[in-house]
């Protein structure tokens, strides 16, 4: 009876009310989408690339680098950082996770740059260029590449904001990280912003003088021809360096302001402005699988053939395929195979 009474007291009104379980931070589906997009175009056209023999050349091991960095940002970086943030909020993963997004921002657009060299030097010189960039020297570049884009995310861990192990580090001295970021900044947006408005202006320089330079019989169709190719060339020059321009000028200009007020104390206001920022630039690594296909011919033609082909095997026509793909060899042999 008393251990009935008891019982009654401690279920009763004197009981205390239960204490509420913290709820994890909502997973952003925004965020989430954008890191899956990213792992699927860049794994997409990895997988394609390393599967069709036709496409195993410099040019596209190249580009296969630069997809795996674009896949591991998408997977390993945006999903853990930005989507489920109570994977970050562990102490070492907080410290390491976003400077992981750094290095791999840094070696993306590292990639950008090689790939432009590429194509300017395959057309500036393109017999000496194609005895000197050897398997085993592209190699080495890429290998120097992601080694000097670990090295640069990995400055502050070793210096003015070491892993702690036990508590998250965020920020570390004001006066460090912005000469970092600022160093960081010029490496992830202008180095590659002025690399492209350089090489993809002198391809377009030749093109154009290339065609005015030329006289073109009366009723030749290489004059359609060469002013077609004229026309893709400022295209692709203008999309390349617009979308570039476009997706990091917000993010650069958010985060050059975010510090300039972090250094005032008024950041918070500021938060959901740099926040906005980061979709349009962390898309970037999500669209340029697309734009290699749109603008590298050898790929674009293999990717034709393979719709034309799926497609073919289930209507069940094969002959217009055959044809269709022996006219894709055939122009990818044309001055634009270089655009």
């Known amino acids: 009876m008393n251990m009935s009474n008891g019982s009654s007291g401690v279920n009763g009104s004197t009981s205390s009310p239960p204490i509420p379980v913290p709820s994890p931070p909502p997973i952003h589906i925004q965020w989430l989408v954008i890191g899956i997009i990213t792992g699927i175009t860049n794994a997409s056209l990895l997988l394609f690339i390393i599967f069709n023999r036709k496409l195993h050349s410099i040019t596209n091991f190249i580009l296969c680098s630069k997809l795996v960095i674009g896949f591991c940002f998408g997977i390993i970086y945006v999903i853990p950082r930005q989507a489920i943030p109570f994977i970050s909020s562990v102490a070492i993963l907080c410290d390491f996770i976003p400077q992981l997004g750094t290095g791999l921002m840094i070696n993306l657009n590292l990639h950008v740059c090689l790939i432009s060299f590429h194509r300017y030097f395959l057309i500036i010189n393109p017999f000496r260029y194609k005895e000197r960039a050897t398997s085993r020297n592209v190699v080495i570049v890429l290998t120097s590449t992601w080694l000097l884009s670990i090295f640069i995310a990995a400055i502050p861990l070793f210096t003015f904001r070491p892993i702690h192990g036990i508590q998250c580090i965020t920020l570390g001295d004001i006066n460090a990280e912005t000469v970092y970021l600022s160093s960081v900044f010029i490496i992830l947006f202008l180095v590659p912003l002025v690399v492209l408005v350089a090489t993809y202006g002198k391809i377009l320089v030749i093109v154009l003088t290339l065609h005015k330079n030329h006289v073109y019989p009366a009723g030749d169709k290489s004059a359609n021809i060469s002013i077609k190719t004229n026309r893709k060339a400022l295209i692709q020059a203008a999309v390349m360096i617009g979308i570039f321009f476009c997706l990091f000028v917000p993010f650069v200009v958010g985060v050059i302001i975010f510090f300039f007020a972090l250094r005032a104390g008024k950041v918070g206001p500021l938060v959901p402005v740099l926040t906005a920022t980061q979709y349009p630039a962390f898309c970037y690594p999500a669209l340029s699988p697309i734009l290699n296909i ?41 001055l634009t195979s270089n655009f």
């Open 294 to 334: 749109l603008f590298m011919s050898d790929i674009r033609v293999e990717v034709v053939n393979f719709v034309r082909a799926s497609y073919s095997n289930i209507s069940g026509d094969n002959n217009s395929y055959t044809y269709e793909s022996s006219q894709a060899q055939r122009r990818r042999k044309t």
